[in-house]
């Protein structure tokens, strides 16, 4: 498919989501004695995550990340000042993507990595519920060209 359409290596993308835990400490070294197989830290109060959606390319340039809150609505202290400005925060009731956000994605897609759809691109991705619904392939026809499905 990419030789036959010509799709260079920077129209070949590739996203997928991954979650984080909100003030979760950063790993740290510890020392402890052979016999100590596994070890355990105890864990903060706030169990709060967000989402975060990365996309790359496989000449290796990424996208801005697309971040998903779970609330209503963003509190500017919540972010530092140096925040890329393309980046978009989204929202939802759980703080994990759903099918509208899934449609939001691919809009920011198309918008930052395909020259709102100028030329064809690859999109791979994982079969997610909010990645397989009819209106995101049907964008992804007219706008991309070509998105491929792996599990």
Known sequence: MRTTHNIKAQHIWNFDETGIRIAMPHSAPVIVPLSIKTMYYSSPENRKSLTIIETISASGDSLPP???LEGKRQMCYYFKDNIDER???DFSDTGYTNDTIGLGYLKFFIEHATENGRYPALLLYDGAGSHTTDEFKALAEVSILFYI???
């Open 149 to 151: 499905i792996y599990f």
């Open 66 to 68: 697309y971040i998903i």
């Open 87 to 89: 980046t978009i925060i």
